[in-house]
């Protein structure tokens, strides 16, 4: 079992900035992949930007806006959103990837909204 804790969404004006931290707890040893994915109101839930083993894939909707890390030793993923657009606002959900079992696990989402 995996847990997930977000933070770091809220209100912000277009142009802003805003870092979400995801922590994650628990069986951390065999987590593959991290990511953030994120739903609008009336869309589907959508990939956002993911890390495996340093490499990271992006939507396209996001490149070189937002850019995602993650320490290792903290077992935590970041996701670092600099010019933000209205369409960017959604709820944020963070993922893990197990590697051996292939579960995923989801955090319990952060919204951001972005307005002016």
Do not use: H
Request: charged share 15%; net charge positive; hydrophobic share 35%.
């Amino acid at each position: 079992q995996v847990q997930l804790v977000e933070s770091g969404g809220g209100l912000v004006q277009p142009g802003g900035s805003l870092r979400l931290s995801c922590a994650a707890s628990g069986t951390t040893f065999s987590i593959n992949a991290m990511g953030w994915y994120r739903q609008a109101p009336g869309k589907e839930r959508e990939l956002v930007a993911r890390i495996t083993s340093g490499i990271t894939n992006y939507a396209d909707s996001v490149k070189g806006r937002f850019t995602i890390s993650r320490d290792n030793a903290k077992n935590t993923v970041y996701l670092q959103m600099n010019s933000l657009k209205p369409e960017d606002t959604a709820v944020y959900y963070c993922n893990v990837n197990m590697l051996f079992s292939g579960m995923n696990y989801w955090g319990k989402g952060t919204l951001v909204t972005v307005s002016s």
